[in-house]
T-cell receptor
Framework: EDQVTQSPEALRLQEGESSSLNCSYTVSGLRGLFWYRQDPGKGPEFLFTLYSAGEEKEKERLKATLTKKESFLHITAPKPEDSATYLCAVTGNQFYFGTGTSLTVIP | DAGVIQSPRHEVTEMGQEVTLRCKPISGHNSLFWYRQTMMRGLELLIYFNNNVPIDDSGMPEDRFSAKMPNASFSTLKIQPSEPRDSAVYFC????????????FGPGTRLTVT
């Protein structure tokens, strides 16, 4: 059965403390893995799409990587404005969102 | 472009009443999605339209839920009759490439059924 699991559920970081969020998936025939950011009271905002193992994409302090079983969202020297829920989604035969990681960056 | 537009932003209704949520996708996008988000279940896909045709409605929870897309610039999600367990935030999203492309989400409609 297709499944998407994100960890940790919640993460608190000091400003400048780099870390990684994980998205593990079991999907038949992966056609794309997506990362979104969601701020409270708003809809998810697209960040990255990864299509094949080994692919990497970067945007400011964020870097997304993909293997055959998981994706990581690396956050380098985070700032308080990076606080949000980060959602992973995968497309195979079906489309699924993970339950997200709530990130809090403390000044 | 104004992005995906949803209305109303907030809706409070009594159990048994009909609720209609509205969505205007981004101009030129051929795919439209309706989602429901709750703390317990996260973000759930309800229905997916491509070129105004419903392609996958397997996520629609019950016959009380129905969705239409009469043209490329408008879609509705209707709940009749509404129940307290339908309380959630409902999002509409659109994309250029179905599930393979990035989706652009609206601000959502917060529905409360009392």
């Amino acid at each position: 059965e297709d499944q998407v699991t994100q960890s940790p559920e919640a993460l608190r970081l000091q400003e400048g403390e780099s870390s990684s969020l994980n998205c593990s998936y079991t999907v038949s025939g992966l056609r794309g893995l997506f990362w979104y950011r969601q701020d409270p009271g708003k809809g998810p905002e697209f960040l990255f799409t990864l299509y094949s193992a080994g692919e990497e994409k970067e945007k400011e302090r964020l870097k997304a990587t993909l293997t055959k079983k998981e994706s990581f969202l690396h956050i380098t020297a985070p700032k308080p404005e990076d606080s949000a829920t980060y959602l992973c989604a995968v497309t195979g035969n079906q489309f699924y969102f993970g339950t997200g990681t709530s990130l809090t960056v403390i000044p | 472009d104004a992005g995906v537009i949803q209305s109303p932003r907030h809706e409070v209704t009594e159990m048994g009443q009909e609720v209609t949520l509205r969505c205007k996708p981004i101009s030129g996008h051929n795919s439209l999605f309706w989602y429901r988000q709750t703390m317990m279940r996260g973000l759930e896909l309800l229905i997916y339209f491509n070129n105004n045709v419903p392609i996958d409605d397997s996520g629609m929870p019950e016959d009380r839920f129905s969705a239409k897309m009469p043209n490329a610039s408008f879609s509705t999600l209707k709940i009749q009759p509404s129940e307290p367990r339908d309380s959630a935030v409902y999002f509409c999203a659109s994309s250029l490439q179905g599930f393979v492309g990035e989706q652009y989400f609206g601000p959502g409609t917060r529905l409360t059924v009392t």
